[in-house]
Structure formats: C-alpha cells, structure tokens
T-cell receptor, first 119, second 111 residues
Framework: GAVVSQHPSWVICKSGTSVKIECRSL??????MFWYRQFPKQSLMLMAT?????????EQGVEKDKFLINHASLTLSTLTVTSAHPEDSSFYIC???????????????FGSGTRLTVV | QKEVEQNSGPLSVPEGAIASLNCTYS??????FFWYRQYSGKSPELIMS????GDKEDGRFTAQLNKASQYVSLLIRDSQPSDSATYLC???????????FGAGTILRVKS
C-alpha cells in the first residue's frame, strides 16, 4: 500500500531557529500533499496544500512566510518552520493522495508525524 | 454550521459491547467518506471507507452511509480496550480536492 515517510519523528529546537520536516512518498508519486498541525487534544488543522512544481496553497490564518512549503518532486514535500517560537510547538503531520481523482477511492495516507518542541 | 460534525465524546463503552460513532456532513454532493483512528500521540490511520448508501463491513467494523440524511456512522462490535482512541470522520466534498475532517470522537473501552 501507499506509504508516506515523515522525518524527523520529533525535534527540539531553540526559539528563533528554523526546523525542516520532510515527507516522502515511498512507493507512489504524490502530486498533492497536505500539511496539518495538531495541538494537544485538538483536531487536525489543515495548514496548506502542496502541489508538485507549484506554490503551496495556505489556509486562512496560516503565515506562508513562517511555514515554508516546498514540493520540488513527486516524492518529496518539505515544511520549514522559520524563526520558531514556543507557540509553534505542536504535532505536524503530512499526508498524500494518489493524483487527481484518487481521493475518492483511497482518501489520504498519513505520515507518522513530527513532534516539534520549541524551547 | 461545520462541514463535518461529530460528537466529541468521550464515548465510554464496556469491553465486548458495540460502540456507535456518528458523523453528519453539510455538502450534499459529497462523494466519499472515511473513518480514521488516531491513538494519542500518533498520526491517523484509515480503517474504513464507504462510497454508496448502505452498510460496509470489515471485520469488527461496519460503516453505514445515508446520503439522504447526510449521515455516516461507524459501528465497532466486540469493543476492545485497544479500540480506545479518537475516531475521525472525513468527507470528500463535491469538488473532491481535499478531505474535510470532523473534530473527532474520543472512544474509551473499559475492561
């Protein structure tokens, strides 16, 4: 089945530094990837939709200059949290689908998530 | 009105009982419906998908869809403590571009 690999699984960084999270589709080409954030005991919040070869589409209220998304290939999307602050501490999860239309059959496949702690 | 609504719970059931989780959605043109399970600290995992009205069974899980009522449910038979998790309902709306998730229902199965 479709597998999405996400790294790192957890990271601790100092306030003001940047952190990059990678999401790779291992056995399929993901033309579209989605980035979510989840605070403790809250639901998934879609941050942005990443399309291969084009700019990401950000949800309302998400700072595109703070959360940089790059989807340079069909198998890799990255999320960089720039100038991280303690309030950015959260669980970040990527997900992917198999091209246009496949969402109606397979839904999403999720990465394992990244626990970011900013100190 | 939220696009996908779920009761947040927690829903508590004794071990061996049937757990019934419900979800309503607002877009009548929605095509596909999914149930995900999320354990604490983990990412969601797909457990069921359903596309047509009626029931779909997979092991202890049964998904039920009623498009006329805009309602989808998940039944878990013979509930086990390991089923304790948050269950997310997700709907693919008319345009099919992205999934819309409900806030999730916390299920607790007590032994």
């Amino acid at each position: 089945g479709a597998v999405v690999s996400q790294h790192p699984s957890w990271v601790i960084c100092k306030s003001g530094t940047s952190v990059k999270i990678e999401c790779r589709s291992l056995d399929f080409q993901a033309t579209t990837m989605f980035w979510y954030r989840q605070f403790p005991k809250q639901s998934l919040m879609l941050m942005a939709t990443s399309n291969e070869g084009s700019k990401a589409t950000y949800e309302q209220g998400v700072e595109k200059d703070k959360f940089l998304i790059n989807h340079a290939s069909l198998t890799l999307s990255t999320l960089t949290v720039t100038s991280a602050h303690p309030e950015d501490s959260s669980f970040y999860i990527c997900s992917a689908r198999l091209g246009q239309g496949a969402i109606t059959r397979y839904g999403y496949t999720f990465g394992s998530g990244t626990r970011l702690t900013v100190v | 009105q939220k696009e996908v609504e779920q009761n947040s719970g927690p829903l508590s059931v004794p071990e061996g009982a049937i757990a019934s989780l419900n979800c309503t959605y607002s877009d009548r043109g929605s095509q596909s419906f999914f149930w995900y399970r999320q354990y604490s600290g983990k990412s969601p995992e797909l457990i069921m998908s359903i596309y047509s009205n009626g029931d779909k069974e997979d092991g202890r899980f049964t998904a039920q869809l009623n498009k006329a009522s805009q309602y989808v449910s998940l039944l878990i038979r013979d509930s086990q403590p390991s089923d304790s998790a948050t269950y997310l309902c997700a709907v693919s709306p008319r345009d099919g571009n992205k999934l819309v998730f409900g806030a999730g229902t916390i299920l607790r199965v007590k032994s």
